[in-house]
């Protein structure tokens, strides 16, 4: 361990480790609030929590055994075609809006909160054998539960997000983004404001929640079993507006 | 300023401040090692030193004074559709291989480096009055005679990674994504390996790259003259692949 100068601007972002294989019921406050003690943090106001999807659908159990699901004929069919199972691809559909670009053995959903991404974010990955993992209901739901789960716990602001890795459209490599959140406004809006030259931005509002689930997932390797981190040092507008507030409405995107 | 502890997997963004308005020719290495030393900042090996795109274009003269652009017949169709000028709809164009995708006042293209994104990357914030500034020719290249430089003058291994600021489908904000580095690969491959429930993974691959970008926008926000930040802490291999060498191959990317 060595010793290093906090300075004003920096952003640290602390791996929480020593949090168990979760199930279904388990509390993730109790498992946080562990791991934090584990790791000799402190959480401080302003902190940012940020947990990963798999973590909270298991614990909210968002969970399906494969062998118990039916597949139905628009399943079996879109599974044939694709070379994937009829039963992973029947839970795909039942949690999706639509299916957004197939191919390649890949779905790409619209799942029904309106995230984009490869199977609506149900996977096989970090799950006991035979089951499948869901995303959360309500991702934002979730994550203000856990804020204020957390804020009472150690009576601090808090904010937390909770995020997923997603691939994206002409680059190789997926990156984590958020898909709930809760404490913190997921854009900081800078529109209407001036750069050092004098011009209005006016289409500048950093997404600083992806950024922010982007730079704990440097901390969160997919083998370390550390699914959640802590973001200390920033600055945010405090909001309850959720990630669903982030969400392109279809009219004005030009890839829907 | 406060003591913290520096724990093992802990990652930290530190800005880099007391960067001037920067002019074609001037000398990045120069400026980067005045700024480490007002910003109290000794770099270490694996250090990943992460800059602006305005910034490296403006260095390598990649500027383009608007009043002398003469806009073709093309660019004066497009500009009055979209409601756009048509001077830098010429210099848009000139930058491109080909319109993505156009609407809402948006031109989405596609880079001759084959990034895609609004207006080429071509804006005019953060430069003098009357000028655009461009994309690097070769961002990549820039960030390799970066670090280069910054390891001759410090004696350390290090990577450089470029940065712009991006729109994405779906989503409302930008993040920061890489447009060029130089001495870590871009993604993490863990093709193959296996989760802590011994499930092989298929598809995984963090693109590290981004998320060092993502990260480091956290503490360069737009209006405070930091566009460059280091990030240390990490873990990761070795190479010179570049950017480039995750830009998704059109007949696998169901989005071209």
Redesign the interface.
Known sequence: ???????????????L?GIP?VKPGDDLLELLTRSLEE??IALQDSDVVVITQKVVSKAEGRIVKIEDVRPRKKARLLAEELGKDPRTVQVILQESKRIV????G?L?METRHG??CANAGID??????GYLTLLPEDPDRSARRIRRKLEAATGKRLAVVITD?F???????????AIGCSGLA???D?VG?T?????T?R??????V???A??S???M???S??PAAV?RG?SYKRSDAGVRS???ERR?????
């Open positions: 361990m060595a010793l290093v100068l906090e300075m004003d601007g920096i952003v640290q972002v602390f791996p480790r294989r790791s000799g670009r197939k191919g390649h890949v790409i995230f984009v096989q990955s970090n799950v006991e054998e890795t691939g994206r459209p002409w680059r190789d490599g997926q990156i984590d983004v997921p854009l900081e800078l404001t750069d050092p030259y004098g011009h931005l289409v500048t509002q950093p997404a600083i992806d950024e922010i982007s730079a997932e440097l901390v390797r997919k083998h079993l550390t973001v920033l982030i969400i392109r004005t995107d030009l890839f829907k």
